[in-house]
DNA sequence: TCTCATAATGAATACGTTCTCATTTTTTCG
DNA sequence: CGAAAAAATGAGAACGTATTCATTATGAGA
């Protein structure tokens, strides 16, 4: 039914050979003819297929960005959405375009990987594992893992400084007087857990306090779980007088707990989150939070995979995006 | 490099065709022989090439997701998102994988639809147009409009009641005893607005109030610009003891307006607001608003889309998925 | 005008599958 | 057991493009 290359060809006259190059190269036919051969396309309603170009050249120009985030059931959660968008734009720019999926999706029953030579590489963002990038590996297939880190030869991981971000809202905390401070940890990566955990654990001790473990609660991130736990925080004459919570989903939580309570924030209890997501902004007072330069991180991670496509060696193992302190009403 | 069907085909003595059929219609084959096909196929850890089979088969089990939301910059706002996953989880059930890009990224420099071949059909997400429509069907493309409305010939828009969600929460403020009613309304698609609005203008009309200008205010779908405008609808003493918000978004903004000011929710002003996003309860008191299927959404324009690709007819033009209020702490 | 270099074009092949049609093998059943 | 039917397999074309190599047209310099 669509005109093909061999269609256009026959009515502007000139092989196929030429057609083609009109259009992949166009600064190697005489504009004449370019002209000629862009009319007859027209008249055709003719565009390259793109399925026979990529068949030929081994590029399909499509990148594909997947996300491991168990714990959340939308694929799209308000800290990978602006990332991703970063990524977007900057695959649009580069002429290329944009895969996504969940997990699931990346094995098929029969352990088919459905990626294979339909993409020219993989952003794997979340927790991802050794066995998924070395089954990527295996195909050839260049790989950028973001927001997490793996010790791999020659993997390039783009990720923030988790444990600095930490340490910039528990010194916050301490600055203004608080030292029972409570933690909200949200069962992230290893990577992001272990270094969170420890911000909150140093900084506490370089402030002359000991972590204990009736400030601590696990929790999934989410907002029900989060208001739970809060609840027992902050419950009890020994109650804390500031949580530190490991991401704004979860710190909101602690902030409807608190309000729930009937006590004031900051006054009477100073709540500062991670991520600096839409989220933050939605509640009044406004959270204070660690903000991440996701938009950096998308773009970052994007160039550095199309470049690995275009054939450039990879040249740092590990990229870390810069974090900052945005101090608003909830401390 | 990667091994192809002829690599297995010579290890394992069987043709081509065989091997072929050994995975993509196994029942073909005979059981033996399938089992040294796999058994040959895994030692060269070959998988059948996508593109070479789109190719030929003339499909790519592809699917496009496009949103065209241009007051938003992010691709993925909160009212998408969760419909996104739903498509997701149709698509990949399905058998299809799923690309997506905002509209910047359908059309290239040079006027082609880098779509063309590419996708087996598209799902276009907010306000885009007949021109866009035409185009893509130019190209024999399968379309499925998603929370718009459009009256072309065989379209199919999946959409949902707007003017009566509209009338739900309107009746509900009603009930309580609000007569002076402010409408805070989005700038979204034609005939999103337009049926909110009339549903705002009616309701109040059979109550027997006169639709006011004053009480009206038109804002961009931010926090900010929401905040802005509540507050002229909240100033002086004949301010409005209820507000009606086309999104959620915008209600958090009015909500967020009231607290500065010192007003208490729901007693001194209610707010009802419209999409039950996830944003809807993080604010506190939780937001009364219009939950729309987003699920149910998603999964329509899926399935539809597929069986139209899949050589069926559609069968109705426009599907309306249901509404419902609900009734949270702001009202 | 002629020669040589260079630019522009064409013919043919390759990319890795699926599918049709023909052929061979296996099964069924009288 | 043998013939017919059914199942399994193989040979080869086709999908629509990019690219290599050969050929032809164009232009520059003397």
Same mark, same amino acid.
């Given at each position: 039914m669509a005109a093909t290359i061999l269609d256009v060809s026959k009515l502007c006259g000139y092989s196929k050979a030429t057609v083609s190059r009109a259009f992949? *190269? $166009? =600064?190697?036919?005489?504009e004449k003819t370019r002209e000629k051969i862009y009319q007859a396309a027209q008249t055709l309603n003719y565009t390259p297929d793109a399925i026979a170009r990529a068949m030929v050249r081994g590029r399909t120009d499509n990148i594909g960005f997947i996300i491991y @985030?168990?714990?959340? $059931?939308?694929? !799209?959660n308000p800290f990978y959405s602006p990332i991703f968008e970063s990524v977007l734009q900057t695959c649009t720019r580069r002429g290329y375009s944009l895969f996504i999926s969940s997990d /699931?999706?990346? /094995? !098929?029953p029969n352990g088919q990987t459905c990626v294979k030579k339909q993409l020219d590489g993989v952003i794997l963002a979340g927790h991802s594992d050794e066995r998924i990038v070395n089954d990527l590996r295996r195909q050839n297939m260049p790989v950028v893992l973001l927001n997490n880190r793996l010790d791999m030869e020659g993997l390039l991981c783009v990720t923030t400084d988790q444990y600095g971000g930490g340490m910039l809202a528990m010194e916050h905390l301490l600055e203004r007087g608080h030292r029972k401070i409570g933690l909200l940890a949200g069962e992230f990566s290893p990577h992001v857990y272990n270094s969170r955990y420890k911000a909150y654990c140093d900084a506490l001790t370089k402030a002359g306090c000991l972590p204990e473990d009736r400030y601590i609660r696990r929790v999934e991130p989410v907002t029900e779980h989060a208001i739970e736990a809060a609840m027992e925080l902050l419950n009890?004459?020994? &109650?804390?007088t500031a949580i530190f919570a490991t991401n704004d989903t979860i710190a909101i939580g602690a902030m409807k707990a608190a309000i729930r309570m009937g !006590? /004031?924030? $900051?006054?009477d209890i100073a709540v500062v989150g991670y +991520? +600096?997501?839409?989220? *933050? &902004?939605?509640? @009044?007072?406004e959270l204070t939070t660690v903000r991440v330069d996701k938009a950096s991180m998308g773009r970052i991670a994007a160039e550095r995979l199309i470049s690995q496509i275009e054939g450039? =060696? $990879?040249? &740092?193992?590990t990229i870390q995006t810069s974090v900052e302190l945005v101090i608003r009403g909830s401390t």
């Open positions: 992949a *190269s $166009p =600064e190697k036919v005489k @985030e168990k714990q959340y $059931p939308v694929v !799209l /699931r999706e990346l /094995r !098929l009890g004459k020994d &109650r804390v !006590l /004031r924030i $900051p006054q +991520d +600096d997501s839409e989220n *933050s &902004r939605m509640i @009044e007072p450039e =060696e $990879p040249c &740092r193992d």
